[in-house]
């Protein structure tokens, strides 16, 4: 129960509100479609540039809020977009090719500022050492827009896991 309490706050605080009180428009969800094919072309857009070394361009879908955070493996291990970026100019400094692969990307508009995005990844790396390795996992981004697009204001990747059995 207790993993389950932080989802379903969570849950509760992103649903958009209900009757006469709702406050701004930002608080609604009035086009569910336009908000998916907006952050369904924003993800597309941040793999192509992952797969394409723009590393300027990738950090930039990453919210510059300071509520900002990304979890991994079940830790916090970006408590910033700075903590991020300073991760990020690290790993790629090493990386002579890279490739992300996305699959079963869905996406659920909860208001129209506002959406969860999951989907399953693989990442390959060539480092300039000639070494290569890749792993797998999935990712939940909450997506937020930011002027004209999407920026993620946080996230969760996990890597897969033999369950056994």
Not at 12 to 41: F, H, I, K, N, Y
Not at 48 to 60: I, P, Q
Not at 71 to 92: Q, R, T
Not at 106 to 127: E, G, H, Y
Request: aromatic content about 10%; proline content about 4%.
């Amino acid at each position: 129960m207790i993993r389950i309490a932080p989802l379903a706050l969570l849950a509760v605080l992103s649903c958009p509100a209900q009757g006469p009180s709702s406050g701004s428009d930002a608080a609604r969800l009035t086009d569910p479609a336009a908000v998916e094919a907006g952050v369904r072309q924003a993800f597309e857009a941040f793999v192509a540039h992952s797969n394409g070394a723009e590393w300027d361009a990738v950090l930039a879908f990453y919210s510059d809020d300071p509520d900002f955070h990304w979890v991994e493996d079940g830790a916090v291990a970006y408590p910033s977009k700075a903590d991020l970026a300073a991760a990020v100019e690290g790993i790629y400094d090493a990386v002579e090719e890279m490739g992300l692969e996305v699959d079963d990307v869905r996406v659920l508009p909860l208001r129209d500022d506002l959406a969860w995005l999951t989907a399953s990844w693989k990442q390959s790396f060539t480092l300039a050492s000639g070494d290569a390795f890749s792993y797998a996992g999935a990712t939940t981004i909450l997506c937020e827009r930011s002027g004209d697009g999407w920026v993620f204001l946080a996230g969760h990747n996990s890597t897969a896991k033999s369950r056994g059995g």
